[in-house]
Each structure stands twice: as C-alpha cells, then as structure tokens.
C-alpha cells in the first residue's frame, strides 16, 4: 500500500480566509439551532468579530509570500492588499447591514425573503418583530468567496471562488424589505445573467486547460512560453474568461445588469457588492492575465483597450441622464471600470499599484455614498430620486458636505482620493505608452463631473421644497461607516504618499 | 482520434445552452439552459483531460457539477420567488427596472 | 534663469494663499455666530496678505534681476514613479505682480463689502467666499506647475459660481451661476487636455521643465497644446465664442462683478497665455489664433456694451472688449507680453473703481440697474461721481490717467504688427469712448428719470474710501507703473520683450487713437446727454437689438455645447432601449425561428442584456480570430 502523503498547506498564510470560512459554518449552525431572539446579536457579533479578528491576522501576515495548497493558493503582495481592502470594506458595509434606526420599520431587510410581498404572512412577520438574520450568513459566504477569489491561483479554485463570492449575492439582492417587487426581478436578473457569465467562464477555462494541460496559472504561462505559433484555443478560452471576469465588474457591453441591480438591491448590500465585487474581480482579472496569459499580452490588451474605452464613454454618457441617485451611480460604477482597466491595460508593477489604489480609494467612497443614500428618506423609506434631493444641502448641510466630498472624489477633483487615484492610473497608462487611451478617459472624465457635480448642484443650489426628503437620524453603526469613509476620502486625497509607497512595495505577483 | 471533435460537440452544446438562454422565456428552461452551457464546459474538460492524460481536468468536471447543483438551488429560491409574487415564470415579466 | 530656494522672508509665501484659505474655513465652519466678526476676518486676513505681498515685493527688489525667481516646495503631494506632483509654489516677477493686484484690489473690495453687504443675513458666508476666492485665485498665479495651477483655476471657477448664485432665491442668478459654470467647463477641458498633453510629450508639468524643453517638441505639438490653452483661456477670460457667460454673471452682488468678473479672475486667460509664452513664441498658428480671438472679442464686447442698459452688463460687455486687448497683446508675441499685463494691473484697477462706482450708483437707486431710470446723479453722489469719472478717462485712454498709457502701448504694439491689427484696435478704442460716454451721460448728465420712490444718495465711507483708492489708482498708477516702476523692464526677464520698428513715429499712433476716442466721446455725448433719454428703450437697428441678446451668444453656446451634449446623452439612451433592445429583440427571433411570436412580444429585458452579452464575446472572439487570419 502506499503511503499517504499529506498536502503541503500552510495554515498560517490562509489564516484570514479559514476564519472568515469557519465563521460562515458556524453562522450556518447559529442559524439552525439557535432560538430567533439571540440570533441577531450573535450573528452580528460572529461577523464583526470575524471580519476584524481575519483583518488583525492579515496584518501580522504581511510579510508572507508563498505559494501553497498545491499550488491553488498564491499569497503575495496584491493578494494581501486585496483582501485587506475587501475586509475592510465588507466591514463597514456590515455596519450599514446593520443598522436599525433609519427605516421605521426596522432594517432594509425582508423579515422573511420567502413570504409574499403585500401578504398576511409578511405582515404578520412584521407585526411580531421579526428579523432576516440570514443575510449574515451569506455575506460571510460572500466575503469568503472574495478573498478565495483574489488568491486564486488556479482555475478551478477561482471558479468555485467566484461562485462562492456570487451566489451569496444574488439571494441578498432579492431582499429588500420595502419595494420588493424590484428587489425581487433585480435578483432574477443578476442571477440569470450571472450564471450565464459564469458558463462562459468555466467554458473558456475548459479551452486553456486544452491548451496547457494544466489549470494551474504558472504552469499554463509555462505552456504558453514553450508553445510557438498556434495560440489561438488559449486566445479564444482567455477571452471567454474574461468576458466572465468583466461582466462581475460591469464593463460594457457586459454593464446591463448594473444599473438594474444597484437600483434594486437593499442599499446596504449595493454598498457592499458595489465596493467589494469590483476589487474581487479586478484582483483576480490582474492575476489571471499577468501571471497565466502574459504570453499573450497583446490580445488581451486589444480587448481590454476597447472595453475600456466604451465603458468610460457609455457609463458617462448614460449617467448624464440619470434621475434615480442609485442608478446613476450604477453608471458611474460602469464608467470607473472603465478607469481602472486603463490601469489594468499599463501591465506594470506601477499599473498594478495604481489599480490597487483605485480600487481601494473608490470602494471607500461606494460605500461611503450608499451609506449617506441610505439615511435620505420619505414616507416611503428611501428617496432616491434626484429632485427628492433637492436643498438637502441645506436642510442638513453636515450630510450634504459628506455626499459632495463623495461627489467631488467620484469625479477626481484634486484634494479628494478621487484625483490620486486617476493620476496615478493616467501616469501608469502614460508609462506603458497608451496615451490615447489615456486621452480618451481624460475626455470622459470630464464628461463624468457634469453629473457628479449635479449632485451637488441640486443639493446646495436649489430651494428645499414639499418633496424634498428628510435625512434619517442614524445609529451608531451608519455613523461610522459615513465618518470613516469621508475621512479616508479626504486623507487619501491630501497625504496619499504613504499609501502609495505602500502599495508600490506590493506590486508584484508572484509565480 | 482527434478530441477536436468532441470540442465541436461541446462548442455546439454551449451556443444550444447561449441560444437557449436569448429565445425561451421560461425562467426555468432559461435556467436549465445555463445548465446545459455548464455541461458543454465539462465536456471540455473531461475530454482534454482524457487527452493530456492527467486528472485535472476531471476533477473540474465533479466541481463544476457541484457547484451547477449550489446554482440550482439559488436559482430555484429566486425563481419561485418571483413566480409566487407575479404568478408567472416568464422572465420578460419583471421589467420595472428599465432604462 | 536660475531658480533659487526660498530662504528668508521669501518662506513666508505659503501664507499668502494660507491666511484668506483658512479665513475661509473659519468663516464657512463656524455657521452663524460669526456673522458678528467675520466680515471683519475676512478682511484682516485679505489685508495681511496684501502686507506680506508688499514685503515681498521690498524684498524682491532688492534681489539681482536674474535671482528674481523664488521657488517654495511646500508639500510633495504625489510620488509615482518618475512622476511627481508637489504643492510647489514660484514666486517671479509675473506673479508679484498679480500677487500685489488680487491682494490690494482685494482687501479694497473686501473694505466696501462690509458697507455693501451689511444688510444680508448670510454675509459671513459671503466673506468666506471671497477669502476662498482669493486664495485660490493666489494658488493659481504662485503655482510652480501646471496641475496646481489646475487645482486654483478650478477653484476660481467654484468660488465664482458659488458667488454668482450667491443671492440663490433670485431665480436668474442661480441660473447664471449654472450657464457660468457649464460654459467653463468647456474651457476647463481645454486646460486639463493641454495639461494631459504636455504631461505626455515632456513627462512633466512644472513650469521649468515645460519651458526648458519646449523648443525640443515638434511644431504640430506646440501648436495643439498653445490651441488648447486658449481654448481655457476663453472659457475663463469670457472671450469668444465661450464669451456668453460673463453678462449673466452680473446677477451676483456688484463687488464680486468688481474683484471677480473684471479686476482678477478674467484676466487669468491673459496670466495663463503669459507664462505660456515660451509654448506660443514657437507656435504661430496658436499665437494667430489667439489674436483672432481677442480682435474679435475686442468688438463684440464693444457692441454689447453700447447697446445695453443695464448698467452693469455694459460695464461686462466693456470688460470683455478690455481683455480682448490683453488678449490681442500676448497673441502679439515678445512685443506685447509685458503691455498686456501692464493694461491688466491699470485696468484691474480702474475697472474696479467702475464696478464699485457702479454698486454706489445701484445702492442709493434701490439696486436699480437700469440707466435708463438714473441721470443726474452727478450732484447727489459727488464722491461717486468723481472717482467714476477717472475710471471713465482711464478706460477711453485720455492722457494722463492710466489706461492711457497701457492701451496705449498695446495699440501701438498691434502696428508693430501689421496695420489691420492696428487700425481694428483704434477703432475699438473709438467705440471705447462712445459706450463709456453714453454710460456716464446716462449715469450722471441729463435729466432725472429716477422711479418715484427712489431717494439718492452718497453712499457710506466704508464703500467711498476704497472708491477714492481706486480712483487715485486709476489715475496715477499707469505713469506710477510705466516711469517709476519701470515695468517692461521689470516683467522682461519673465515673459520676454523686443520692440519692432513701425512706419510712423509713435506720437502719430497716440495722435490717432486720441482722435478716434474724442470723435466716439462727441458721437455719445451728443446723442445721450445733449438729447432726452426715453425711459422705454427704443427699438434700435439690427446691431443694437442684437447687442441687448448679447449677440446672440447663448444661441450660439446653447447650438454649439448645451445642446450637443444633451442630445448625445439622450440619444445613447434612447439607442440602449430601442435600438438596442429592438435589434436584439429581431435577431434573438430570427436566431430561434420564432419570428412572428417573439417581434409580437414586449421586449424581455433579461435576454436582450444576455444577448449584448454574448454579441460582445462574439466580436471579441471574431476581433480576435481575425487578427491571426
């Protein structure tokens, strides 16, 4: 018989993802066996405790560089970076999931996802108190997929990653507790088109396997190094995976599903998959290209050079009309993919460092905007409209500042994270020598301020009137999202130095 | 024998799965369509794998069917949910959100 | 030219731009329990800077020539890779200059504005606007690149906007406020792209590196960036065809028409072409272009100013015609540079006193702006009156006030040239002296058409003594400038200076502009103050019922920017849900055999974003396999 040889993982470096993990099953088991009235505070603290406790582990490991697992697990430098930043980020959106005090009725919860919308059953739940403690479960499950997705170093384990990341996602967006009827088709879409991304991405991954023999990203690298010639299965597999990867992070002509699923989700989890989803998929759209498919640089470069370029130009033109805030932020989104694929086409360690700073510097400000979306209100729970907006500004002028800080970053005015992150993303692009593509997402961005500054406009320069929303007194927890955000917006736009320097030292993927 | 076949197969079980998907309104058969897209893959992968002579291959084919079976089970909450509310599969019916 | 640290008192030039910035915050954070006290902060802050100005200028003048150019580091900002951006500042003679005119010109504006604004409930935000504009307004003259002064011409344009629509409940001034920014982003993209495109050819876009190697850049580049700039220059010095804006500015309260839309901000076109010089010595095509612009600038402003009667609208439509001068002198190359910024420092000046003579006049009519209803006021508003008249003999360029002597020099500058440039600058100068004279006859000659309930009055010291300053200053600082100061001399070593021998002596020039200005005086003098002004406005020929819409500038915007825009965003949605949608719709049938049901059906969202979905993987796939075939 032979001996058993045992896998070769180190526990050390993937500590942060096996806490998260336990934490899920254990949320799973406080689900099924705990009585309803300590789930929430349980649920609550498992999240928040597990979410600072793997980030807290991260720190201490932020030194490590390794490859284990088989090699299916690569901890390097950007790989700690994002999954600091998703930990992060997952954590103040946790605050907004959960607050209680601005929605008279509660959270932005259902009480129960599975009772009809309008009948007895759902009023029944209300009248007696009832909370959707669920929602930890799958945001931990969600969070799990993220940092599995950003340290994927195989196919297979990016795949199982990302629908881990996905799945849990799609059910939180069909849970809203008021307009359901929206939550509910934003749900159905995400979910249809999701899975129909991710059959292009497991296909085109079955391709590359063809071609290298492998799923693993070094050795397909290898494959294609020692390959002359006819490339053109791995270009079309390669191609198919990204078009799985750029459907996650909104990219036209994969966007459709943004504005429809921004709109309709409960806020707090737009904030959150709006943040976290898009550093998931870049980190693992930079990995899989630099570290599998260098190779083939210039094919994917070509299609990045185009997606980019319509992504800028279309989000920000169809954001121009915009009257819902959400769903114009959806454009918006659309349009920032765009922004950061130009560093991602740059395919250098200052390329990296800059997407890096991007994602991290706008996931902030996403978070930070839903957050302050959240907390304006009328009788029908979230104002959303942009002519609810108007005067807010000086009905509460602390709220309006906060929001025209978001604004002005979200355009990249100098003095705001906002202006860093395009600079350092232009100068990247710059370096490798796309200066058209460049130009291109400076025109855009222009384009871009005429609506972000809407906000503003509307806010402070209009008169308040009979429509205009109310500003919800939120508890503790929207209060510290809103505070953290505004101010990393604004100290990463005035002393970005040290971050850069920071990021600058982790811009290496490793093999 | 060349496994170029068995990609035009799995090729042409995907574009059924992508047809599927763009022509039949039934949430569930749009679903099973996806399905479908899923299998051509592991076809992919197990032939390649058969063709490399190494497991890999194979062994995302079991992933894959479990994952397809996690999807079933999302899909299917999401899908009743909506037929519940609006008394209908079809997917062209929630079109609130628009524009 | 060396460039030499700051060391000394020459360190203290952060706080120039620091003391009205955080006069700003105070005054913007602090609510209402400063409407007490900070009106006066605001000045106190305004004030030191013109004191530490000053000093500057002491210091700085007891410096060789060729050590003239100071720069301070103060913050390095962003780091990446060989690209950096600091908050560095550069102190030369170019920017002592503006440096002495916002500093001063501001604290007199900010003296008035305790008298003007003394009524309005919001008037500490009031001051804090206008520390934030002088701030920023310092930022962008002392920046020592091309990105920080970015950062301050963006914020120039946030201050004015905010004071544009400062007086919100009027419904025009908050939509002016909105036309004021609109239009300038048009300019603005001109700046950022410039900006974009010297950062690509010279890696950089400090001053020094852009200058230094600005001769090794090919002709084509030169030219597209000196095009761009010009491009910004025009948004925010309202010269043509991105003019229409500064007229609408006018609904905001009359000292920020004063220190804004005509003494500072309007003229950071003419600093932004100045300290380009190098860029445009070695681009012709731009520099042309920028003479074009200004000659026809220079005569729009004209016509518009003779044929409104808002009192302040005409002084905007003069402004314009003024900065076409400057304009028409930096477009003239190492011959104007220095006359340029010699008739912007008069005419900051003497522009001032007018627009402040003008909120006087407004003060004691019950802030009645219409000429038509003023009229001897010379009696009741002697004060007034008299430093009105010395803006009045600057502007028109009677000897010895000092437009006189900057317009002068820019006329004959312009003969350096050619005689078009020349002869269209006299004539401008004579329709100089036709608007101003109507404005002043209408003003303070003739008969009393006041409203029934209107009671004039002198206005208080508060707004008389900065009145008296800049009266004083419209006098005597052209010649204070030209023999004491020595200010070719002084701006040489900054921007350049070369004179070209022109056909006539220079008396035949002075002569014949002395006699256009006279001749376009009588033609105003006899036609409005020896003639009964109708209180109704005739209704003039083609060219003046044109002048009052402006010349149909906002038409012309509205065509050229507002509407395109709109258009294109609407019809990208329109495309998304019809075109798009309808294709997908067609095709998705075609595809499944189901044609007749499905073009029946009403569109199924899902789908269709399935099918961009996979026609997006299809071209890239096809993109992709056809490359290789």
């Known amino acids: 018989m032979n001996t058993f040889t045992a896998p070769e993982i180190d526990y050390v470096a993937i500590a942060p993802i096996l806490i998260v993990a336990i934490a899920a099953l254990l949320s799973v088991l ?24 793997a980030l807290i582990v991260l720190v201490i490991n932020r030194d490590i560089r390794t490859i284990t697992g088989g090699g299916a697990v690569a901890i390097d430098g950007p790989a700690l970076v994002l999954m600091g930043t998703i930990l992060i980020l997952a954590l103040l959106s946790a605050f907004l999931v959960a607050e209680r005090s601005l929605d008279s009725l509660g959270d932005s919860f259902a009480p129960s996802a599975a009772a009809l919308p309008g009948s007895v059953d759902e009023r029944e739940f209300s009248a007696r108190g009832y909370f959707q403690t669920e929602i930890w479960t799958l945001f931990l499950f969600a969070v799990l997929g993220m940092l599995a997705f950003v340290v994927a170093n195989d196919l297979l384990f990016m795949f199982v990653a990302l629908e881990v990341m996905s799945l849990p996602l799609y059910l939180m967006v069909g849970m809203a507790r008021r307009r359901r009827l929206l939550s509910q088709e934003a749900a159905l879409k995400y979910f249809v088109l999701g899975a129909f991304s991710s059959a292009f991405f497991i296909f085109g991954a079955g391709l590359v396997y063809g071609f290298a023999g492998s799923i693993s990203l070094p050795e397909i690298n290898d494959a294609l190094a020692s390959t002359a010639g006819e490339t053109l299965l791995i270009v079309i597999g390669m191609a198919m995976l990204l078009v799985g990867l750029l459907f996650k992070v909104g990219a036209v002509p994969f966007h459709q599903w943004t504005p429809d699923v921004y709109q309709g989700a409960p806020t707090p989890i737009t904030a959150f998959m709006g943040a976290t989803v898009k550093v998931a998929a870049f980190g693992a759209m930079m990995r899989l290209l630099y570290v599998a498919f260098s190779g083939i640089q210039w094919d994917w470069e070509i299609i990045l050079w ?18 819902d805030v959400k769903r114009m932020l959806a454009y918006s989104a659309i349009a920032q993919s765009g922004f950061i694929l130009v560093g991602v086409v740059a395919a250098s360690p200052s390329g990296i460092s800059a997407v890096m700073f991007y994602l991290i510097a706008y996931g902030l400000v996403t978070v930070g905007t839903l957050a302050v979306i959240s907390m304006v209100r009328d009788s029908t729970g979230e104002a959303t409209h942009l002519s609810k907006w108007a005067g807010l500004g000086k009905k509460s002028p602390v709220l309006g500042a ?28 710059i370096a490798e020598g796309d200066t058209w593509l460049v130009i291109a997402a400076v025109v855009a961005s222009i384009i871009a301020a005429f609506f972000y500054v809407r906000v503003i406009v509307v806010m402070f320069f209009s008169a308040p009137n009979e429509n205009t929303a109310s500003v919800a007194v939120p508890s503790i927890f929207t209060t510290i999202t809103v505070a953290a955000t505004v101010t990393a917006t604004l100290v990463l736009g005035i002393i970005p130095q040290p971050m850069i320097d920071l990021l600058t030292n982790a811009g290496i993927f490793i093999r | 024998m060349d496994p170029i076949y068995y990609i035009y197969l799995a090729t042409l079980l995907f574009s059924i799965g992508a047809i599927g998907v763009l022509v039949r309104r039934n949430a569930i058969i749009v679903f099973m369509s996806v399905e479908l897209m899923l299998n051509a893959a592991n076809l992919v992968f197990v032939a390649f794998a058969r063709m490399n002579g190494n497991l890999d291959g194979q062994t995302v084919a079991f992933f894959v069917m479990v994952v397809a079976a996690a999807e079933v089970v999302v899909g299917l909450a999401i899908i009743v949910q909506v037929f519940r509310t609006r008394a209908s599969a079809s997917i062209d019916e929630p079109n609130l959100l628009k524009y | 030219m060396t460039v030499m640290p ?62 003239r150019t100071i720069t301070q580091v103060a913050y390095q900002w962003v780091f990446i890779g060989n690209f950096s951006v600091d908050l560095a500042f550069q102190l030369d003679q170019l920017s002592m200059v503006f440096i002495l005119l916002i ?9 008035y504005s305790l008298g003007y604004m003394a009524h309005d409930p919001d008037k500490r935000k009031f001051f804090g606007y206008l520390n934030l504009f002088v701030a920023a307004m310092l930022l962008l003259v002392m920046a020592n690149n091309y990105l920080l002064l970015y950062v301050g011409w963006e914020g120039v344009g946030v201050a004015s906007y905010l004071l544009i629509g400062f007086w919100q409940q009027k419904r025009s001034a908050a939509a002016a406020a909105k036309k004021a920014f609109i239009i300038n982003r048009v300019g603005d993209v001109g700046l950022s792209l410039a900006i974009m495109l010297m950062f690509v050819t010279f890696g950089s876009v400090t001053f020094s590196d852009v200058f230094g190697s600005a001769t090794q850049a090919s002709e084509g580049t030169l030219t597209a960036i000196g095009l761009l700039l010009l491009l910004a220059a025009a948004g925010k010095s309202a010269q043509f065809p991105l003019q229409a804006w500064l007229l609408d500015a006018m609904e905001g309260p009359t000292p920020v028409s ?38 026809i600038t220079i005569f729009m402003g004209a016509i518009i100013g003779s044929a409104k009667d808002d009192i302040k609208k005409a002084l905007a439509g003069s402004t314009m015609s003024q900065i076409g001068y400057m304009m028409l002198a930096v477009g003239l190359g190492p011959i104007g540079y220095v006359f340029a910024i010699f008739h912007l420092l008069t005419h900051g000046v003497f522009k001032a006193g007018l627009f402040l003579g003008a909120g006087s006049v407004m003060h004691g009519m019950n802030d009645n702006v219409n000429m038509r209803r003023y009229g001897a006021l010379r009696s009741v508003m002697v004060i007034t009156f008299i430093t009105f008249m010395a803006g009045y003999l600057a502007i028109i360029g009677i000897p010895p006030f000092s437009g006189f002597w900057s317009k002068d020099e820019i006329i004959h500058a312009a003969f350096e040239r050619g005689w078009f440039i020349g002869g269209a600058a006299v004539l401008a100068a004579g329709i100089t002296g036709f608007y101003m004279t109507r404005m002043v006859a209408m003003t303070f000659f003739g008969k009393k058409r006041w409203e029934t309930d209107a009671h004039p009055h002198e206005s208080p010291a508060v707004m008389t003594i900065p009145l008296i300053i800049l009266g004083l200053g419209s006098t005597f600082l052209g010649m204070a400038l030209l023999f004491w100061g020595d200010i070719e001399a002084w701006l040489e070593p900054v921007v350049g200076y070369e004179s070209e021998p022109t056909p006539l002596p220079t008396s035949a020039y002075i002569g014949i502009t002395l006699a256009f200005v006279i001749v376009g005086s009588i033609i105003g003098w006899i036609t409005y103050a020896r003639r009964e002004v109708p209180i109704e406005a005739p209704q003039g020929n083609w060219l003046t019922r044109a002048a009052r819409k402006d010349l149909y500038g906002d038409a ?33 049938a ?25 026609g997006g993987a299809v071209l890239v796939l096809l993109a992709l396999v056809l490359v290789r075939i």
Request: hydrophobic share 60%; no cysteine.
């Open chain 3, 6 to 67: 700051a060391e000394g008192l020459f360190s203290l030039m952060w706080l120039l731009i620091a003391l009205p910035l955080a006069g700003a915050a105070i005054l913007l954070f602090t609510g209402r329990r400063s409407n007490a006290w900070g009106p006066y902060l605001g000045v106190l802050t305004v004030s030191a800077s013109a004191v530490i100005g000053v000093l500057l200028l002491i210091e700085m003048m007891g410096l060789p020539t060729e050590e």
């Open chain 3, 103 to 111: 500093t001063i010109v501001g604290s007199l504006i900010h003296i």
């Open chain 1, 402 to 429: 906060v929001m025209a800080v978001f604004m002005l970053s979200l355009a990249g005015i100098p003095l705001t994270s906002g202006f860093v992150i395009k600079f350092s993303v232009f100068a990247a692009g």
């Open chain 3, 590 to 614: 075609i595809v499944g055999g189901l044609s007749g049901r499905m073009r029946r059906t009403q569109s199924g969202f899902i789908r269709s974003y399935a099918l961009s979905m996979v």
């Open chain 3, 556 to 588: 012309v915007n509205h065509a050229l920017v507002v509407a395109p825009t709109n258009y294109a965003a609407r019809a990208l949605v329109w495309f998304d849900a019809r075109i798009v949608d309808g294709f997908v719709n067609g095709s998705a």
């Open chain 1, 30 to 53: 406080t689900e099924t066996f705990l009585p309803r009235s300590v789930r929430r505070p349980v649920q609550m603290i498992l999240t928040l405790i597990s979410l600072i406790g």
């Open chain 1, 306 to 323: 185009a997606v980019s370029i319509l992504s800028m130009i279309i989000g920000s033109l169809i954001a121009l009309t915009q009257s």
């Open chain 3, 258 to 295: 004063a220190l804004i839309h005509a003494a500072t901000m309007v003229t950071a076109g003419v600093y932004l072409i100045a300290r380009s010089n190098v860029i445009y010595n070695n681009a012709e095509i731009a520099a042309m272009a920028v003479i074009i612009v200004a000659l």
